[in-house]
Nanobody, 122 residues
């Protein structure tokens, strides 16, 4: 059973930073592709960053050069460092995992999801 738990969300002023974490059960990061998604009220879930086994990453244009995805295999933890936050980044952020689709930002390609953590930028 794959379990993902996000943490690190909160409220921050525009221009500030936050780091999200996603802890997993088991050695997920060695065998699964991982990604971060976000969903604002009334909007579709948006893929923003993904990472593969070797640490290669892919970003949505909306967050490129501001957000960084990384992982610590020893700690079974995925991270999202978010800098230069903007009010448009306000959303609930989710981590996701799947063994099949390398670097996908399509939410339909992921079978395992965390419960989400709220980020509010004012």
């Amino acid at each position: 059973h794959v379990q993902l738990v996000e943490s690190g969300g909160g409220s921050v002023q525009a221009g500030g930073s936050l780091r999200l974490s996603c802890a997993s059960s088991g050695h997920l990061y060695k065998n699964y592709f991982m990604a971060w998604f976000r969903q604002a009220p009334g909007k579709e879930r948006e893929g923003i960053a993904s990472i593969d086994y070797d640490g290669r990453s892919k970003y949505a244009d909306s967050v490129k050069d501001r957000f960084t995805i990384s992982k610590d295999n020893a700690k079974n933890t995925l991270y999202l460092q978010m800098n230069s936050l903007e009010p448009e980044d306000t959303a609930k952020y989710y981590c996701a995992a799947d063994p099949r689709w390398c670097l996908s930002l399509n939410p339909f390609d992921y079978n395992y999801w965390g419960q989400g953590t709220q980020v509010t930028v004012s």
